[in-house]
């Protein structure tokens, strides 16, 4: 038996690394602690909410006392695998404060608990957006980082704590560094859910500047399976990419889903910029697929799947789409698409 303490696993990528460790792993137990912020949603784990080996506890991983007191108890975790952060650059460039607070701030109270309570593993889950933009090539674990938004910087920052916690304290730390993740659960801020979403219901889907900007696409489940193989042979110390090398121009990804869905492809506007974005990025996970990982299927089949999840599952998404979200989507978007151009 081993038990895991899994940080903002009611999010996106955290919800679907929770079922795959509960079916992938009969022994293994969850406790989630997640502060369920407008990202979370106890929705993403419906299906495992009556699962004995399945805990959820609310809290912030900034409250000290609170971690603290999950590694005091009886249930306390063997590995921490710390999914919770602020994690939309958008909304960073809104309001960058509380990307520091969690993305550092909370990352500090999680290695500092760990190093106190001795964890057999402490797994920091991270971006390739702490590399920065790259025009050529791919960017190695080796390389330095160069973080573009608040979103990228503070991310940056809690890596450069974890990797000081192994230096410094011996703490036993791994970190991943995936690239651009879609799939099922994603909040629709992101650019798949959101463009698949919208194009559903027959509204703009708003491109920014010239949409030729170049993403990493990797399959959520894929990252789990990533996830897994390293917590069960990655080297403490050690930093391990995580891409598909599955990398498309926004544009040419816009036009997939309308294809999927059989909608016009003048839902597309062209709308202004976001400030500071990079450009390209791109991964070389050579490290991680010499353990043995390799995408289970291609980008094109993977993408037609989260289509049909999201045209299948709009309970899930319908809910969502109100409230805080609109609120956020005018300020985002409102004089956006006011002045946004249809594809030419
Ligand atoms: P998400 O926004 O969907 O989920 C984040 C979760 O963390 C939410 O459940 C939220 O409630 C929780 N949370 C936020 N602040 C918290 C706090 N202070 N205390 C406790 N819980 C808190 O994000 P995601 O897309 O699932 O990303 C998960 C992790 O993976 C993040 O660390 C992100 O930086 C990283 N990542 C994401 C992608 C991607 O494409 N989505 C790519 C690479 C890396
Ligand atoms: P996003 O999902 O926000 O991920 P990230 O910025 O972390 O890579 O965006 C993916 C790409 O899609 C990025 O180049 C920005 C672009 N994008 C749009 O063109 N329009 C949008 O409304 C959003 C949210 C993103």
């Known amino acids: 038996m081993r038990r895991f303490l899994v940080s903002g696993g009611a999010g996106f990528i955290g919800s679907n690394f929770v079922r795959h460790l509960l079916n992938a792993h009969p022994d293994y137990h969850v406790t989630v602690l997640d502060k369920l912020t407008y990202a979370g949603n106890?929705?993403?784990?419906l299906d495992?909410?009556?699962?004995p080996r399945y805990r959820f506890i609310k809290g912030d991983i900034c409250d000290a006392a609170l971690v603290g007191a999950i590694h005091e108890s009886p249930d306390r975790p063997h590995v921490v695998v710390n999914f919770a952060a602020e994690s939309h650059v958008d909304r960073s460039l809104l309001d960058p404060g509380s990307f520091l607070r969690t993305d550092v701030q909370g990352t500090y109270v999680l290695l500092e608990a760990a190093r106190k309570h001795v964890v057999e593993l402490f797994l920091q889950i991270s971006t390739d957006e702490v590399y920065g933009s790259i025009l050529e090539g791919s960017f190695k674990e080796t390389d330095p980082l160069n973080p573009s938004s608040p979103y990228a910087a503070s991310k940056a920052g809690g890596d450069m704590l974890a990797l000081a916690y192994h230096t410094s304290?011996?703490?036993?730390?791994?970190?991943?560094?995936?690239?651009?993740?879609?799939?099922?659960?994603?909040y629709p801020e992101k650019f798949i859910p959101l463009f698949v979403t919208n194009a559903i219901d027959g509204e703009p889907l708003p491109l920014y500047g010239d949409g030729l900007q170049v993403r990493d696409w990797l399959y959520v489940l894929d990252n789990c399976r990533a996830i897994d193989l390293v917590i069960h042979q990655g080297a403490p110390g050690e930093v391990y990419n995580v891409g598909a090398s599955s990398e498309r121009v926004n544009l040419e990804v816009a036009e997939g889903i309308l294809r999927v869905l059989g909608k016009p492809r003048e839902l597309?506007?062209?709308?202004?910029?976001?400030?500071g974005h990079d450009r390209r990025y791109s991964l070389d996970s050579a490290k991680l697929r010499s353990l043995g990982w390799a995408p289970s299927r291609s980008h094109e089949e993977a993408m037609e799947e989260t289509v049909r999840w999201y045209f299948d599952n709009q309970w899930w998404w319908r809910k969502i789409k109100?409230?805080?979200?609109?609120?956020?989507?005018?300020?985002?978007?409102g004089e956006r698409l006011r002045g946004g151009q249809p594809l030419g």
């Open 42 to 45: 106890l929705d993403n784990l």
């Open 48 to 51: 495992v909410q009556d699962n």
């Open 169 to 186: 304290f011996g703490l036993p730390v791994v970190i991943t560094r995936s690239s651009n993740n879609f799939g099922p659960y994603q």
């Open 268 to 275: 597309v506007r062209h709308v202004t910029d976001r400030p």
């Open 322 to 333: 109100s409230g805080e979200f609109l609120e956020y989507y005018r300020q985002n978007y």
